[in-house]
């Protein structure tokens, strides 16, 4: 009795149940987080799965409008994080410097980049012409974005994270189509707001130039602590037509669409210390497509 009695006590005792809880390996509260294209599709529930998990989130866009409507869906999932919007054109070394220092000057030290930026141009037209058309003007303008506007904010970026000397996590969303080819036979009767679309090779090839950067990257600034990733989405659903979503997920083994949560969860993973001996990899999120 005098045992139990005993075991009971130390039950009781408050410094056994004040004692802090085990901090989750997601949890990323006290991180500067960057993210690029944080305006945009993926990238406003990207900001706002980061923000959810306690990180400080700088929403980095073409222009103030998109980065504010990043905040907005930042402080709709997560009301007291600290927000920060900016506008940068990642296709330019200055902009891209400055982008960089503003983060610094409001959160200090930057833990985690989402290198998410892309851009379909603002003429749909050439970017869903037929290759045997496609401009090299055009070819140029997506490439300044998707492949050099990469290379410019990782380079910015590392730099500080390599100053630091704290290490860091670096995520490029790359593509299911820097991996692959797209199925030329999806596309028949496909639309997207309310167009025929198809996937240029522009894209795929820039994509590929994501993925074959970010394994070097993860090479180069291993030493330092620094882990580089890339995610590679299979087709998100996202406004596509009927025809196309039917299409595509008949080539998929879980017969469906992602749904952009799904995209987000592998983000806050490898933003994470929950993958904290993972680097040089391509995370593909493709609900198996890519398998067969």
């Known amino acids: 009795m005098e045992t139990l009695n005993m075991q009971t006590a130390q ?21 500067t987080i ?5 305006g945009g599709i993926l990238g406003r529930g990207m900001c706002a799965a980061l923000a959810s998990q306690g990180a400080r989130v700088a929403v980095v866009e073409m222009n103030m409008g998109a980065a504010q409507a990043g905040v907005e869906a930042v ?17 330019c070394p200055k902009s891209v410097a400055a982008m960089t220092e503003a983060v610094i000057g409001r959160f200090g030290d930057i833990h985690v980049l989402c ?9 749909l037209n050439a970017f869903f012409a037929p290759f045997e058309e496609f401009s090299l003007e055009t070819w140029r303008a997506i490439m300044s974005v998707n492949l050099d506007g990469m290379f410019l904010v990782a380079q910015s970026v590392g730099k500080r994270m390599v100053a630091q000397g704290k290490g860091g996590s670096i995520i490029q969303t790359a593509s299911i189509y820097g991996v692959i080819a797209p199925d030329q036979r999806i596309y028949e009767g496909s639309r997207f707001m309310d167009r025929q679309i198809n996937s240029p090779a522009v894209y795929s090839a820039s994509k590929a130039g994501v993925i074959g950067l970010s394994k070097y990257l993860a090479s180069y600034w291993g030493s330092a602590g620094i882990r580089v990733n890339t995610i590679s989405p299979g087709g998100v659903e996202s406004g596509q037509n009927e025809t196309f ?8 083994p879980l ?8 995209i987000e969860s592998a983000l806050v993973f490898l933003a994470s210390d929950a993958s904290g001996y993972i680097t040089g990899q391509n995370l593909v999120v493709d609900g198996g497509l890519s398998c067969w």
């Open 11 to 31: 039950y009781l005792d408050p410094a056994v149940w004040s004692a802090p809880a085990k901090k989750s390996p997601f949890d990323l509260t006290d991180k």
């Open 34 to 38: 960057i993210v690029t294209g944080g």
């Open 75 to 91: 402080l709709a999932a997560a009301p007291e994080a600290e927000t920060l919007p900016i506008e940068c054109d990642v296709a």
């Open 115 to 123: 290198n998410n930026a892309a851009t379909k141009t603002n003429d």
């Open 255 to 262: 017969g469906r669409m992602a749904q952009k949560n799904e």
């Open 245 to 252: 979503q039917m299409r595509y997920s008949a080539r998929v």
